[in-house]
C-alpha cells in the first residue's frame, strides 16, 4: 500500500508565501517523476509542475515563477514553493508521484495521488 500525504496548505494573505509538502511512504520501490497539480472551485485540475528524479524541472508556459518545485529522494518527499501570493493561486493542491512498489519492481511506474490540501488566498 502507498501513501502520498499532502500537508502545508492554509489560509494566506494574498503577497504571502506558502510551502507545500508531499510525502509519499509504504511499500515503495522507485519514485520517478513526482508533480503538483491544482485545481481552482469549477475548474479542471492543472499541473503545476514536474520534477524527476535526477531533479529536472518543468513548468507548464501557463505558470509564473512564483512556483518552485523540489524533492528529497532519501525522504520520498516533494514541496511546491509558492511565492506573492495571490487570490487566483486558491485551490486544492495535488501531489502526484509515479512509482512501482517493492512488488512492482520491473514494471512500468503507476500514477499515485495525494488526497490535497487547500490553499486559500486573502485579498
Known amino acids: 500500500q502507498v501513501q502520498l500525504v499532502e500537508s502545508g496548505g492554509g489560509l494566506v494573505q494574498a503577497g504571502g508565501s506558502l510551502r507545500l509538502s508531499c510525502a509519499a511512504s509504504?511499500?515503495?520501490?522507485?519514485?520517478?517523476?513526482m508533480a503538483w497539480y491544482r485545481q481552482a472551485p469549477g475548474k479542471q485540475r492543472e499541473l503545476v509542475a514536474t520534477?524527476?528524479?535526477?531533479?529536472?524541472?518543468n513548468y507548464p508556459g501557463s505558470v509564473e515563477d512564483r512556483f518552485t518545485i523540489s524533492r528529497d529522494n532519501a525522504k520520498n518527499m516533494v514541496y511546491l514553493q509558492i511565492d506573492s501570493l495571490k487570490s487566483e493561486d486558491t485551490a486544492v493542491y495535488y501531489c502526484?508521484?509515479?512509482?512501482?512498489?517493492?512488488?512492482?519492481?520491473?514494471?512500468?511506474?503507476?500514477?499515485?495521488w495525494g488526497q490535497g490540501t487547500q490553499v486559500t488566498v486573502s485579498s
Open positions: 502526484n508521484a509515479k512509482l512501482t512498489t517493492i512488488l512492482g519492481i520491473g514494471r512500468p511506474p503507476l500514477n499515485y
Open positions: 509504504g511499500s515503495i520501490g522507485y519514485i520517478a517523476d
Open positions: 520534477i524527476t528524479r535526477g531533479g529536472t524541472t
